[in-house]
């Protein structure tokens, strides 16, 4: 038994630990790594879960909230031994030790002459990884002498629409999954405890990477060499692995008479060169990119707590676009539009970009997320549904023309507008602007336009400003490529 020692688990940590040992290590040891600090949207994730953990309580009347700092573990055990002493009928944020292992439940609801464990997501169903999540608070309360007799993932409800069209939560049951993982646990949170510790553990890379969805060590841990496999094209750290495995560890490891596709092999062409390649169909790619030519790009606000309507919970809402224009003589304008206050801005920017489209013969766009908003708009303002699919029927897809026709060494194996922007034009970037990144657009679109209006007039400017000019440098960035694109073929 490895359960001495001065560190213990949490939930959270030993969720961190089933994933990958060292980044938990990490997270006990030095919790203020640079790897480890959230970003601005992944806080903002976490206020949203926040807000859905205080709707869910709301289901469960009379219910008593534990509501002490969970650095102060000796009150918070103390004040959920005396709810349930004096017979609380649901208990919110229960806290409970045992095995080494602290955790805070959810939602702890008497039923059957026993407890339902009720674990709160801001997802619209439940998942694999939920399992592990409520088996560990289980393992917990039993310990503890809680007959917990129910498990359940309370989750947002995918075919709720706002204000009140269903509910907001549905209830899953995971008893058989949760009961058919707790014998395992045991023997998991002693190699848990024997990590944290001991002095850490060795690093090693492997299934584990690619299993964690984003982890945040993989700059750490996974080798930082040129032209490592993992930056050939459209190969994930999955294929990566499976690459390394087989001793392929770079792009110039890889077996002459191994199969790659057209872009990969122009792209181990550039590298060997040392230089850019243009394939001669280009040109012919570039001609429906001709007349008066529009570039459009949507900025969109999606909430786990919908709050216009019809939407259901993480509804996408396009909430800012910008469209810039090229006419045949040359010139080029550009028109930006963004929300402004609470309501619902679907028809008010609707109307605002079927006036600027109006005059196009093509609109560019780079990825297909601008057909899904404008189709998501034509369901939402059925009054401009006819003009929005004259305008859905103009959209040309930049990214295809230059992955079948262009590759430069500085791609790094990704055509994202960002990775192929600096090579072709680098004197145009994103470093420059207050906001550069879509997730920080979003999240900040959405502090405007809820919770403007408890923002200073000189911060609701500023906001605004930073807003249209990131959004502006997106189709102006398409304006520029298309331009270099142009020149590439002509030479």
């Known amino acids: 038994m490895a359960r001495a020692g001065p560190h213990r688990l949490s939930k959270s940590r030993f969720l961190t630990g089933c994933k990958c040992h060292g980044l938990l290590w990490l997270m006990v040891h030095e919790p203020e790594a640079p790897e480890l600090q959230?970003?601005?949207?992944?806080?903002?994730?976490?206020?949203?879960?926040?807000?859905?953990?205080?709707?869910?309580?709301?289901?469960?009347?009379?219910?008593v909230l534990i509501d002490l700092p969970h650095n102060e573990l000796e009150g918070r055990l103390a004040a959920t031994a005396a709810a349930l002493a004096c017979g609380a009928p649901a208990i919110f944020e229960a806290s409970f030790m045992a095995d080494g292992v602290f955790v805070a439940v959810d939602v702890l609801e008497r039923a059957n002459g026993g407890f339902n464990l009720i674990e709160v997501k801001s997802s619209t169903s439940q998942e694999d990884k939920h399992i592990p999540d409520a088996a560990i608070q289980t393992h917990v309360l039993r310990r503890s002498g809680i007959d917990v007799v129910r498990v359940e993932i309370m989750h947002l409800n995918n075919e709720y629409r706002h204000p009140d069209v269903g509910d907001l939560f549905q209830r899953t049951d995971v008893t058989p999954q949760v009961e058919q993982l707790l014998p395992l646990l045991p023997d998991e949170i002693d190699r848990q405890l024997s990590v944290i510790n001991g002095?850490?553990?060795?690093?090693?890379?492997?299934?584990?990477?690619?299993?964690?969805?984003?982890?945040?060590?993989?700059?750490?841990?996974?080798?930082?060499?040129?032209?490592?496999?993992?930056?050939?094209?459209?190969?994930?750290?999955?294929?990566?692995?499976?690459?390394?495995?087989?001793g392929v560890h770079t792009i110039w490891d890889i077996p002459p008479d191994r199969r790659l596709s057209a872009t990969q092999r122009r792209q181990l062409r550039a590298l060997k060169e040392g230089t850019m390649i243009v394939e001669p169909g280009l040109a012919k790619a570039l001609e429906p990119f001709s007349g008066r030519l529009g570039y459009l790009d949507f900025e969109t606000v999606s909430r786990a707590i919908p709050v216009w309507p019809s939407l259901a919970p993480w509804g996408r809402v396009p909430a800012q676009f910008s469209y810039h224009e090229e006419s045949p003589d040359g010139s080029i304008s550009h028109v930006g539009w963004l929300a402004e206050g609470p309501d619902d801005p679907r028809p008010a920017l609707a109307e605002a970009l079927v006036d600027a489209c109006a005059g196009a013969d093509r609109i560019v766009t780079y990825t297909t997320f601008e057909r899904d908003c404008i189709r998501d708009l034509e369901a939402s303002v059925p009054d401009l549904a006819g003009p929005l699919r004259k305008i859905e029927a103009k959209l040309i897809d930049l990214p295809p023309v230059i992955r079948k026709n262009v590759y430069h060494p500085g791609f790094k194996g990704s055509f994202s507008i960002k990775n192929v922007l600096n090579p072709l034009v680098p004197e145009l970037a994103y470093e420059d602007l207050a906001i550069d990144d879509g997730k920080v657009a979003s999240m900040e679109i959405a502090r405007l336009l809820i919770a403007g209006d408890t923002m200073l007039p000189e911060e609701r400017q500023r906001l605004r400003h930073d807003l249209l000019e990131y959004c502006k440098r997106d189709t102006w960035a398409m304006v520029m490529v298309v331009k270099k694109l142009r020149e590439l073929a002509a030479s």
């Open 199 to 246: 002095p850490g553990p060795e690093t090693v890379i492997g299934p584990r990477c690619f299993h964690s969805g984003d982890c945040p060590l993989v700059g750490r841990c996974w080798p930082d060499v040129s032209d490592h496999i993992r930056t050939l094209y459209n190969v994930g750290l999955k294929t990566a692995w499976k690459y390394m495995q087989a």
């Open 38 to 63: 959230p970003d601005e949207p992944l806080l903002d994730r976490f206020e949203q879960g926040r807000q859905v953990g205080e709707v869910a309580r709301t289901r469960f009347p009379d219910g």
